[in-house]
């Protein structure tokens, strides 16, 4: 099947990026793509190591059904994607999201230290389980590690205050520390998605609190449907207004795109775009033309779990893997 028009295939920027991925990123050329259109794409399977796989097994999935009606009996989508994603008292929301980037994002490497060795290249592929109220978390970042070799893993838990983080290849947690009152605030925020601007979104994004904040400002309507895997989707789209930072710099507006389950009205798939002007002048080659900086969250699962004693553990860095 030849790829959709709105899609341009990237090539692996090395041999283990060919290796370590089964599916090429893409950057899409056109922003948002037409109501209806299929968008092809090919579904990588997050394999994770058996920290993660504890997360899921034997936890039942809990669907988010919107059965209100306005106006003569139809669904109002707005609504319907505001309550799929609301915090809900006495549940632990659990998402896995696949993070797929265009040529102009960089992801960073893990290392011991500037001399030290090379554990992994971050993908953006993340798993996650929280509560609102109150805050409570964990989070599990994975790696393409530089050769063979189980893939690394980073895993962070945050509770009452107290920030936790555990790497893979290490014995020992990496790090424990109690956040002061106003790091706690600033903390709690930004992981709710409480921020002043939405157009530096990134990998380290909860696509979720972005989804939520997009709602909340009124920023996204519904505009046609469209096909993800097999799967019927209904279309929100939205602009984030450019801004200037605290240093003088413009950064452009970010478009979104958020794509959510046409029964349950869930998130499917979240992708901003955001085009940067050429600047003909720039001494940085990449900056003489127009770049568009494209970032896609494919949700892979999305299920709210009962919080009871079992799953509970699943918000604990210790209870996690069983220790």
């Given amino acids: 099947m030849s790829p959709s028009p709105d899609l341009t295939p990237l090539l692996p ?3 283990q990026r060919t290796v370590r991925r089964d599916a090429l990123v893409a950057e899409l050329r056109r922003t948002p793509s037409a109501p209806g259109r299929q968008v092809a794409s090919t579904r990588r ?3 994770r190591g058996g920290l993660v796989a504890a997360g899921a097994v034997g936890l039942g999935l809990v669907g988010t059904t919107v059965t209100g009606t306005i106006g003569g009996g139809s669904v109002d989508l707005v609504d319907s994607a505001r309550a799929a994603v609301a915090p809900a008292r006495g549940t632990i929301l659990h998402v896995l999201v696949r993070y797929e980037h265009g040529p102009y994002t960089t ?5 011991d230290g500037p001399d030290g060795p090379v554990r992994g ?3 953006g592929d993340v798993e996650r389980w929280s509560t609102d109220a109150p ?3 964990r989070e599990v ?3 393409d590690p530089p050769g063979d070799g189980p893939q690394p893993t980073i895993t962070t838990a945050y509770a009452d205050g107290v ?3 555990r790497q893979s290849w290490r014995s020992r947690d990496a790090g424990r520390r109690r956040l002061t009152g106003s790091e706690r605030r600033r903390y709690e925020r930004l992981a709710r998605g409480r921020t002043a601007g939405l157009s530096g979104v990134g990998a380290s994004t909860d696509p979720v609190a972005v989804i ?3 709602l909340d400002r009124g920023r996204l309507r519904e505009d046609g449907r469209a096909t993800v895997h097999g799967r019927d989707a209904q279309r929100l789209v939205g602009r984030e207004p450019g801004y200037v930072d605290g240093g003088g710099t413009w950064s452009p507006p970010v478009d979104f795109e958020v794509l959510v389950d046409a029964e349950t009205h869930a998130p499917v798939r979240v992708t901003t775009t955001q085009v940067l002007a050429a600047r003909p002048d720039d001494p940085e080659p990449a900056a003489r033309r127009e770049r568009r900086i494209v970032n896609r969250w494919t949700f892979e699962r999305f299920e709210r779990l009962p919080m009871n004693d079992d799953t509970a553990r699943l918000l604990t860095l210790d209870g996690a893997d069983g220790r």
Avoid: C, K, N, P
């Avoid at 992801?107 to 290392?111: E, P, Q, T, V, Y």
């Fill in 13 to 15: 920027d090395d041999a």
């Fill in 45 to 47: 399977q997050l394999v």
């Fill in 107 to 111: 992801m960073g490497r893990i290392s």
């Fill in 121 to 123: 290249t971050m993908t």
């Fill in 135 to 137: 805050l409570r978390l």
């Fill in 141 to 143: 970042w994975f790696l």
């Fill in 163 to 165: 920030l936790r983080e």
């Fill in 212 to 214: 939520r904040v997009l």
